[in-house]
């Protein structure tokens, strides 16, 4: 029960980080909260509005609904939510290009929707076409994706609502780990740019709060009111999150990161990140690796498995993409010092490829 | 951003309370870890098969199967969903007395199955056979409540099992906040005592952990089975939890909690907590109140909704039944001075009201 948690400096594979220090403060103070019940913790509820507004500034909608979220997947599963009680079909299905989460096949087999999971073009991007060609009138949802988790790309958002709005489905993208760099870059990925229904943004990821705070977004309550339960013994009336008591600690610490970060910290993070990762990128290619260009901060690359198994068993926690990549995420606690380790590392495990072994101690 | 949490020392209502020093402890240490990805965050994956195997001493399961959940409504959520894939009917239900949790409603709403609800007897408990009448072949599950949310009542946990045996269902038991002041106690509820499939047991509420941390125990992995989503960029294969990313603070300190407390510190801190529920009851009793027998720690009693009105505006934390009444739950945080003082206001807001006010200040 002593078990040291371990560091964060051999971390590459994870898509959540260190919470920044005014984020930690907020969820230690917090702890003991629970913003699923504002009747008896009105504080912790006025700062859950809070954060939404700040979300809302983020993602260009003035009147944001939504809440804090216990993840990405939640919000994710929510949003499918949304969509199924809005359709009229009875069984409504969910137009997603292959890059999507896996979250969407959890809430697809929750909520008893079909998921048609459709290929993506040759940069790992939504195809439009191909999206064209899978929706018909029970599509209830076309989810676009602004950030995905394997390869760090952006879909053409306001080219997928549009498509979505042609056939009268909701549109939902998921900018779960992507909506803390995005705001900085050129692409359209907002409300603002398109007509995008719900949003998934996780301020536990680059957004630097603590776990668990995801986020979900609608362009109205009415969408919102769709998940509402009735809370007999509460003194609130009802309930649209997921989960019942939620932590007080993911709320607040969401808050306090946004407040601290928005939008100055998060740019320079962005930039810093991107930097590594196109450092990164250069470094794997100049030793022959055949590597995905890095066009948000997040790296993948053809390893061989021997290689990367050395690397994990050097204590490296690295992952995979679904085609075998190696995959580094440069989050905020992935600096050029680790990567440079990382490198060296990887360096060392080559020449002992090349070289014959005499001793191995 | 300043705000300050409120303190506990009014709040009555809560199922949630205070850490204990050394479930904080570890929520803070353990606060930027991801049990979702045990991959990259084995240690804290492993101090969670520490706390499903004590949840599994606590409810007298030798080899148990569960993970540590967001709360008490996703482990519901997900016991319901395990009796949906393992039903036949492509329309199945879920046979539940009134008592149950609203959390169950939510998981009927998402999952599409029909939830049953059932009149309880004149205590508040499980009538047997208005639930035998409500069973079917397309029963996929039966509820049986272990500490009710709003009466602190346990149902008839080997009868129930047994109609689910007869009927073909699975048995989930709602322990969630009961589980932690039970093993003090002669009733049966234990996987010992009943053929229970599934339950839902929560350290966040009376096992002093932080939220967020609720429990899903199966007797079998391969009723968690049902609940497996492929995972295709974690080094881990499959999840079997509602969200992905979790709270390593949740986790690590439930098991710290539990560590520390079980068994002398949660049988003392019962027949503390009892005792007051006890104390309260028979001062509400003598000031001419009718009151709910509070057989766990939990009082309920009829109030004026003038005189409810009154106390929350004092500050207190209080909330009422679906039919009215006040509902006070005698949590760890709770002690005989807060009660004290709880009797005190109303005693004063009662003499308010009995005699006629000169002046108002």
Chains 1, 2 share one sequence.
């Not at 977004?217 to 007999?232: C, F």
């Not at 962005?270 to 690796?289: I, M, T, V």
Request: aromatic share 6%; with cysteine.
């Amino acid at each position: 029960m002593q078990a040291e948690p371990q560091a964060f400096d051999r971390v590459l594979s994870s898509m959540c980080t260190e919470p920044h220090p005014a984020a930690r403060k907020a969820a230690e103070r917090f702890l003991a909260t629970n913003p699923g019940d504002p009747g008896t913790y009105p504080t912790i509820s006025a700062l859950e509005d809070d954060a939404v507004s700040l979300l809302g500034e983020i993602t260009e909608l003035p009147e944001p609904a939504g809440y804090v979220a216990s993840g990405g997947t939640e919000a994710n599963i929510q949003a499918v939510r949304i969509a199924r009680e809005r359709a009229d079909s009875r069984r409504p299905n969910v137009v997603m290009p292959e890059s999507g989460h896996f979250s969407f096949q959890k809430a697809a087999d929750i909520l008893g929707v079909e998921l048609r999971i459709v290929p993506t073009d040759d940069d790992h991007r939504a195809d439009l076409e191909a999206i064209n060609s899978s929706v018909d009138d029970e599509t209830a949802m076309i989810v676009g994706v602004a950030g995905t988790t394997e390869y760090g790309r952006v879909d053409p958002i306001p080219a997928l609502g549009e498509i979505a709005k042609d056939v009268g489905a909701l549109f939902h993208v998921d900018a779960a780990w992507g909506g803390f760099v995005l705001p900085f870059t050129d692409y359209e990925w907002t409300f603002a740019d398109a007509p995008i229904d719900t949003m998934t943004i996780d301020p536990h990821k680059v957004g630097q709060a603590a776990v668990p705070a995801g986020g979900l977004l609608a362009r109205s309550s009415e969408l919102l009111d769709e998940l509402a339960v009735d809370t007999p013994y509460l003194e609130s009336t009802s309930q649209a999150t997921l989960s019942g008591t939620r932590s007080g600690a993911g709320v607040a610490s969401a808050a306090a990161a946004m407040e601290t970060l928005w939008p100055t910290g998060y740019r320079e993070e962005y930039h810093r990140s991107q930097r590594n990762a196109a450092w990164l990128a250069e470094a794997l290619e100049k030793r022959g690796y055949e590597v995905v260009d890095p066009t948000l901060p997040l790296v993948a690359a053809r390893l061989p498995r021997s290689t990367f198994d050395a690397l994990r068993a050097k204590g490296w926690r690295i992952s995979r993409t679904a085609t075998g990549e190696l995959r580094v995420v440069c989050m905020p606690h992935v600096t050029r010092e680790m990567l440079a380790s990382f490198v060296a590392d990887l360096d060392r495990l080559e020449v002992r490829a090349s070289v014959p072994v005499v001793s191995d101690d």
